[in-house]
């Protein structure tokens, strides 16, 4: 501080301690500032980095379950194109067949990625 340390006649001899009281306690001021600057980053962080694992979380669940459902639909758009020879269209347990063959594929998959953490 140039008030701190001045020798002019604006400056009285007495009024220096005032001036150097002042600048002692402007400096803890700057640095509770400064302190309290790196805590807000520091939060600030600290909630991006829980809403970027929210979100990881939730991309990871619904590509477990468009993982699930992509061999459905392969199997569903194969037995729904309107092929006469294909096996079991003709048996009249065919489509349960059909059926229990894709809750088994889901259900297969849903609880090999539970195995592995992944759901």
């Not at 970027?52 to 477990?64: A, C, G, I, Q």
């Not at 309107?82 to 079991?88: A, H, I, R, T, V």
Request: charged share 15%.
């Amino acid at each position: 501080m140039l008030l701190e340390h001045a020798d002019s006649a604006m400056v009285r001899q007495g009024t220096q301690i005032y001036f150097r009281d002042l600048s002692a306690k402007l400096i803890q001021v700057n640095e509770n500032i400064e302190i309290s600057r790196e805590m807000v980053s520091s939060l600030q962080d600290f909630y991006h980095l829980r809403v970027n694992s929210r979100t990881n979380e939730v991309m990871k669940f619904l590509t477990v379950i468009a993982t699930i459902f992509m061999p459905l639909t392969f199997f569903v758009g194969f037995y729904g194109m309107n092929f006469e020879n294909l096996p079991g269209v003709h048996h009249v347990y065919g489509p349960l067949f059909a059926l229990a063959g894709m809750f088994a594929m889901a259900i297969g998959m849903a609880g090999y990625f539970k195995y592995k953490e992944w759901l």
